[in-house]
């Protein structure tokens, strides 16, 4: 333990203190423990007046309207009925082709700039049982009064003009043939599998020493550079399918706005009876107006 020293070796003289050994005693905010200064400006810390971050949503909202990649009208909801083929009168060629059913298929609300940030049109299809809804859904439908829908989903457009009336009705003829569109839809559901069908892997000898793992991945590879662990994302045996897929630039072949049908060339994900996303293809020259039937039109 130190020796004590007098009290008095330590008294100093408060006269001859100066401003420059005090401390500032006026109010100020500290924004953290080790630092007296404001924080810059980062990814994670993005407040109002500082410049548009590019990993919003906002900004990729943005990004998207500047390279006109937003679809200008709505899509709809249809129901996958099967495949089929049509033959050419002329040549005999058979094009195997989706039939498409369209089930009241209805607007049902609005997405707008100023108070969600984005434009949208909310579709609903088929027929739901009330007693089968939540309060809330059921409030949803009746302020539109309009009939509870089994699906409901929302289409983004590019600004207020592709905004349709609440209540209309949307039929087959709402898309053109000859036109092109996207179909998107969950694939079908193949249950546990292994990651020689999952994946494609190769899966190991027949002989040689190997007993009993032949259709096994092997080894997961860790302490390769990612300290001793195995990377998220590594193919490995799991659920196959059931996942939302999306078909591009799939052509109209043929429409029956009487019994809803719409036939599209080529093959649709899901199983039939699944949900089918349609609406005009993204990377094909948009439809004129002119010639793009009209809400007015498709109601008569």
């Not at 498409?100 to 909310?122: E, I, N, P």
């Not at 592709?162 to 039929?171: D, F, K, N, P």
Request: with cysteine.
């Amino acid at each position: 333990m130190p020796p004590r020293l007098p009290s008095e070796a330590f008294c100093l003289n408060r006269s001859s203190w100066t401003a420059q050994f005090l401390l500032d005693t006026t109010t100020k905010r500290f924004f953290g423990i080790r630092s007296l200064t404001p924080p810059k400006h980062t990814n994670h810390n993005a407040g109002p007046g500082l410049p548009l971050l590019k990993s919003t949503p906002q900004a990729a909202l943005e990004r998207r309207l500047k390279a006109n990649t937003m679809p200008l009208r709505t899509g709809l909801l249809a129901i996958k009925k099967g495949m089929t083929g049509l033959y050419d009168p002329e040549t005999g060629k058979r094009t195997p082709c989706t039939v498409l059913q369209l089930d009241r298929c209805q607007v049902v609300s609005h997405k707008t700039m100023d108070k969600h940030g984005y434009f949208a049109v909310q579709v609903g299809a088929g027929f739901k049982k009330p007693q089968r809804l939540t309060k809330a859904l059921l409030g949803h439908f009746s302020v539109n009064e309009i009939a509870p829908k089994r699906y409901v989903h929302e289409f983004r457009v590019k600004d207020q003009s592709g905004l349709l009336e609440i209540g209309s009705t949307l039929s087959a003829n709402w898309f053109q043939v000859g036109q092109f569109v996207d179909a998107r839809s969950n694939t079908k559901g193949k249950g546990f599998a292994g990651v020689m069908k999952r994946h494609g892997f190769h899966g190991q000898d027949r002989s040689h020493g190997v007993s009993l793992t032949h259709r096994s991945m092997g080894s997961a590879g860790p302490s390769q550079g990612g300290g001793s662990r195995v990377y998220p994302g590594k193919k490995m045996a799991g659920n196959m399918g059931n996942v939302q897929n999306t078909l591009q630039n799939l052509k109209v072949l043929e429409v029956d706005p009487v019994n809803g049908i719409i036939v599209v060339n080529g093959s649709v994900s899901g199983p039939k009876g699944c949900l089918v996303q349609l609406q005009d293809a993204l990377k094909k020259p948009w439809p004129t107006i002119e010639s793009t039937p009209q809400p007015e039109t498709v109601n008569q």
